[in-house]
Nanobody, 129 residues
Framework: QVQLVESGGGLVQPGGSLRLSCAAS????????MTWVRQAPGKGLEWVSE????????YYADSVKGRFTISRDNAKYALYLQMNSLEPEDTAVYYC??????????????????????WGRGTQVTVSS
């Protein structure tokens, strides 16, 4: 069955960096776009970034543009999110999710779980001094 397992979260000081990973299995990874979504305490799901199946097209939320970089390694069935210049406002649970299509789409920041067909369980990122 489809599995998405995030890792790499943790506690980091403002201005620091983290690299999130998402290990995928149970589907043909290179055929689908993938996305990162986050949820801050007490708030709804916020779309962060999306990458197309081949890795050549990426989109970012305005709040992370220039600081975060999404990438993928189709041979390793892996999705990544490099997060630099982290701010306290980036504190959230970060989820990777599989899109039901190969192409990436820029999204509004507010999305619903039904926009993507499979989700991981998330990894906590806390930005605090």
């Amino acid at each position: 069955q489809v599995q998405l397992v995030e890792s790499g979260g943790g506690l980091v000081q403002p201005g620091g960096s983290l690299r999130l990973s998402c290990a995928a299995s149970g589907f043909y990874f290179s055929s689908y776009a993938m996305t990162w979504v986050r949820q801050a305490p007490g708030k709804g799901l916020e779309w962060v970034s999306e990458i197309n199946s081949g890795g050549g097209t990426t989109y970012y939320a305005d709040s992370v543009k220039g600081r975060f970089t999404i990438s993928r390694d189709n041979a390793k069935y892996a999705l990544y999110l490099q997060m630099n210049s982290l701010e306290p406002e980036d504190t959230a649970v970060y989820y990777c999710a599989k899109a039901p299509r190969p192409y990436a789409q820029p999204r509004g920041t507010v999305i619903s779980r039904s926009d993507y067909d499979f989700w991981g369980r998330g990894t906590q990122v806390t930005v605090s001094s």
